[in-house]
């Protein structure tokens, strides 16, 4: 289900605003809390930011919407690829060619654009379009025909493409057996390490199986758990080579190595050197558009820093509570307990306290848990449950009912306000206006079975005013009507004081 910030943001891609489309596109795209991983619909957004000249949109639908998906769309998007390919995006211009040589129709100078930028991505390294470009010349000159003289192809690597290998060593991988996996992938990744560094070779040519072995080889040698010895330089090479094709996790390696830091903010260890700043931020952002949540907490721990030059608390808060609504628990946790604590500057900050201490308990954190059994308690009830008072007094059964559903005194079933304590998550007690002795208190709504009589309940006083001049009368009106037709929900006590009251 889609937060406040998610559903504010849905409200303006709808309404035409290029950037709600691009943020919206992006949270589809790599998925969030709120909203599923969803390639078409990725697509729907990212493309209409496109049409409004959105670059960043282009770029995303070249780089992460296959031709699977582009050929099945009623509009044209080879533009788009084009734009995408035009910006340095090899793998762009794969989709682009492929697009553009599926039309009989296109005019000569497209195709020989595209062509060019299937050559572009062989001489990169990449397998698919080398065999698209073969493909494509023998249906040009015909089966029986003698292949035409080819340009000279790209240097080879020394080994053959990571990413046929990886079948091979899937099943180690697959069993957790870290040792023989890097037995087999360790000499592939030093050789993609070698290869890229050949004379004349560009950066950034790997194939994604490629991508993968780099950075799955990274992260067991950065445990340090293993015998197979890494250097920092070589480590640090792989990590390189895996970021620069947009590998998630080695970006965000990336970007705690250049803040000397770990993903909590503390200082690496001492003698390390000095941190880069503006280099760490680059990485992460790269990393946290990809849809990882560590990323963005990571920023937020930057931007916290007393020795950071750009120190900003805000924005620190900001990278949090996207970190948390994309479902990262330390984040969860430190959302609640900030909120708690500036409870003082805004009473409602106790309900965002409790709304993210609760995301954080549901993966399992006892601090959070501990939190909020101190911060809305739930009390036993003190009243019996429902009264088979329906049919004749049907908002005082309901009342009843949620009393006892959530631990209610009587002051507080008669006189709260059933709709406005509804905050989804949890409820709001507090009918101080109406009875001063009572305090302000958070019960939580923590089974679908409280949540559906609760929805229940808050239909029944649908329209109906409830204050004291209402249908349900003032409180001693109310106390009456409960002491005459559910006699047993009072007291001896409470009753003398209302009789003496009236």
Known sequence: MANREELAIIRGARGGNAAAQLELGKRYLFGSTGLPRSLPTALHWLERAAQQECREACELIGAHIPIELASLSLRPLAPWYERAHDAGGLRAGIVYAQLVLADAGVEQAVRVKALRALEAAADGGFGEAAQ????????????????????????????????SSIPLIDAAWQARDWHAWLAVALPLARALVAASAEPGRLRARLDPGDVLLLSRCAQLLDAGALEHAAGADELRRFWELAAAENDREAQLA????????????????????????????????????????????????????????????????????????????????????????????????????????????????????????????????????????????????????????????????????????????????????????????????????????????????????????????????????????????????????????A
């Not at 249906?139 to 690597?157: D, E, F």
Request: net charge positive; charged share 25%; aromatic share 6%.
């Open 254 to 501: 990336m970007g705690l190595g250049w803040a000397r830091m770990r993903l909590d903010g503390q200082r690496t260890t001492p003698g390390s050197g000095s941190a880069n700043f503006r280099e760490a931020i680059r990485w992460l952002a790269l990393a946290g558009e990809q849809g990882l949540a560590e990323a963005w907490y990571a920023l937020s721990r930057i931007y916290i820093k007393p020795e950071f030059s750009q120190r900003n608390v805000s924005v620190a808060q900001r990278y949090l509570e996207r970190a948390a609504g994309m479902g990262y628990r330390e984040a969860q946790l430190e959302c609640g307990n900030n909120a708690w604590r500036a409870r003082r500057e805004n009473e409602s900050n106790d309900v965002r306290a409790v709304y993210w201490l609760q995301k954080a308990a549901a993966q399992g954190c006892t601090e959070a848990r501990a939190a909020l059994d101190r911060i809305a308690p739930r009390e036993p009830g003190r009243l019996p449950g429902r009264q088979a008072l329906s049919g004749s007094h049907p908002l005082l059964a309901a009342r009843l009912e949620l009393a006892g559903l959530f631990g209610l005194s009587r002051a507080e079933a008669l006189l709260l306000d059933v709709a406005r304590a509804d905050c989804g998550h949890c409820m709001v007690i507090d009918i101080r206006s109406s009875y001063r002795r009572s305090k302000r208190r958070l019960v939580m709504v923590e089974t679908a079975r409280e949540r559906e009589a609760l929805d229940r309940i808050v239909k029944v006083f649908d329209g109906i005013d409830g204050g004291p001049g209402g249908p349900e009368g003032n409180y001693r009106q109310r106390l009456y009507r409960l002491k005459t037709a559910a006699p047993d929900a009072c007291l001896d006590s409470e009753v003398a004081r209302f009789e003496m009251a």
């Open 132 to 163: 698209l470009l073969s493909h494509h010349r023998r249906a040009r000159t015909g089966a029986a025909a003698p292949p035409s003289p080819a340009p000279a192809a790209p240097k080879p690597l020394a080994i053959p493409a990571a990413a």
